[in-house]
């Protein structure tokens, strides 16, 4: 069984393609989004924060923006 391996703040800046204090930011004090703050959870090892892909993936569907309804389809 293979064990996944938890993301540094780098390489979580790396597949969103963003700045790390921004993902830091995102842990600490949340993404604003439409529907409110979002935290993206993480763990404290040491003085650095680890992210599980888990947690990543349910991250980016929380702060996707909600679909509207287009009219010119019904």
């Not at 390489?11 to 963003?18: F, T, Y």
């Not at 830091?24 to 959870?41: A, I, N, Q």
Request: charged content about 35%; proline content about 8%; some cysteine.
């Amino acid at each position: 069984m293979s064990e996944e391996k938890y993301l540094t703040i780098e390489e979580v800046a790396q597949k969103l393609r963003r700045n790390p204090r921004t993902i830091r930011d995102w842990v600490v004090k949340g993404c604003p989004t439409e529907r409110g703050r979002v935290h993206l959870e993480a763990t404290k090892a040491g003085k650095s924060w680890l992210v599980h892909p888990d947690w990543l993936a349910l991250f980016e569907h929380r702060i996707r923006p909600v679909p509207r309804a287009d009219p010119d389809l019904d």
